[in-house]
C-alpha cells in the first residue's frame, strides 16, 4: 500500500523500532527493495533525493512507478523527497504525488533553518504531507564530517526546532555522514545526543548516512530511539560491485538477464539493512482500514 512517513514511523516510535529508508533511481532498484520489503512483511520508505531527481530518476516517471509497485504489496511503503533544499524542487515533488517531504535547511543558521522549514511544513500540511526537518547538520563522509562535533544536534535546540516548524519527523546529527567511510574506518555514534533528543519528543527521529555506519550501532541506534534508518551508498555499491564482478566474468553477460539480477541485489542487501532495524514483521499493525488518505484542507492554490 502507498502511505506517507508519518503513518509507518508513528507506529515505529509506539513499539519501538526502525525503518529501513532505502535510495531507488530506477526499476530495479524499486522492485528488490519493495519485495525486500513484502518478504520479511517490512514497512519500507523509498528517498528520491533532489539531486538524484535532477539527474536521472524524474518525479514524473518514478511517482507513478512507485505507487503502482506499492499498490502491489500489503506492506506500508512510502516516498520521501530526500534533502529537498529548493523552494522549486520541493513544489515540483509535492505536486508530483510524493507522500512524505524532507526540507534540509540545516547548512543555514538556526533561525533560517526554521523559516525555512516552516515555509514547507505550512504548504505540505494542507495537504496532509508530512514533513521531515534536520536541526544540526549531517554532512559528508569523505570529508569526515561526521567527527565534527560542533555540527552535532543539540537536544534543547531539537525541541525548540519541532516546536518551532511542527516538523512530523526530525533528522539529527550524532557521528554519521553521507557516502563511503574511508576504508575501515567505522563512526563512533553518539548514542546519548539520541537518547537526550528522544527523552524531550515523541515524534520519529532519523539517522541520515546510515550505509557502512556498522550493523552494530545502526542495531544501537535504533534502540537509543531512532525510527528511520537512511541507506542510499552501500545499495548502489553493492549493486555496482556485483555489475563489475559479473562483467569481468562473463563480458557477453544477457543485458537483461544483468538488469533481473541486479535487481536480486537490491533485494538481497535491502533485507540485510531491513533485519537490523527490528521493522520486520511489523507490516501487521498496519490495517487496510488505516491507508493513507490525502487530508483536504482549504484550498491552497497550489496543485492546480
Ligand atoms: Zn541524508
Redesign the pocket.
Given at each position: 500500500m502507498y502511505t506517507n512517513v508519518k503513518y509507518i514511523l508513528d507506529d515505529a516510535v509506539k513499539n519501538h523500532y526502525g525503518v529501513i529508508a532505502s535510495a531507488a533511481v530506477n526499476v530495479e532498484l524499486l522492485r528488490g527493495e519493495i519485495a525486500a520489503a513484502d518478504e520479511m512483511q517490512a514497512p519500507l520508505i523509498i528517498l528520491l533525493g533532489q539531486g538524484q531527481m535532477s539527474k536521472h530518476g524524474n518525479a514524473d516517471v518514478m511517482v507513478p512507478m512507485i505507487k503502482t509497485l506499492a499498490g502491489e504489496t500489503n506492506v506500508p511503503v512510502a516516498l520521501i523527497l530526500?534533502?529537498g533544499r529548493d523552494w522549486e524542487y520541493i513544489v515540483h515533488a509535492f505536486r508530483s504525488g510524493f507522500s512524505s517531504i524532507m526540507i534540509?535547511a540545516s547548512a543555514y543558521p538556526t533561525e533560517e533553518n526554521i523559516a525555512r522549514t516552516k515555509r514547507v511544513v505550512d504548504l505540505c500540511h494542507l495537504q496532509g504531507v508530512p514533513v521531515e526537518g534536520e536541526i544540526g547538520h549531517?554532512g559528508q563522509a569523505v570529508d569526515m564530517d561526521g567527527c565534527k562535533e560542533e555540527w552535532y544536534t543539540r537536544p534543547e535546540e531539537a525541541l525548540s526546532f519541532i516546536k518551532a516548524t511542527n516538523v512530523d519527523c526530525l533528522?539529527i546529527a550524532c557521528g554519521t555522514a553521507?557516502g563511503k567511510y574511508p576504508k575501515d574506518f567505522v563512526p563512533k555514534l553518539r548514542f546519548d545526543i539520541i537518547e537526550k533528543v528522544r527523552a524531550v519528543t515523541d515524534i520519529p527521529l532519523a539517522l541520515?548516512?546510515g550505509s557502512g555506519s556498522g550493523d552494530d550501532n545502526i542495531r544501537r541506534a535504533v534502540e537509543a530511539g531512532i525510527n528511520k534508518v537512511?541507506v542510499?551508498t552501500d545499495i548502489f555499491n553493492y549493486c555496482r560491485d556485483f555489475t563489475l564482478d559479473a562483467l569481468k566474468k562473463d563480458p557477453d553477460y544477457d543485458y537483461l538477464q544483468l538488469l533481473i539480477d541486479i535487481e536480486a541485489r537490491a533485494k538481497e542487501i535491502t533485507k540485510h539493512y531491513i533485519g537490523l532495524t527490528g521493522s520486520a514483521g511489523q507490516a501487521g499493525n498496519f490495517t487496510a482500514e488505516n491507508t493513507f488518505g490525502l487530508k483536504l484542507g482549504p484550498c491552497t492554490g497550489v496543485g492546480e
Open positions: 530526500d534533502h534540509d549531517v533528522a553521507h541520515h548516512g537512511n542510499c
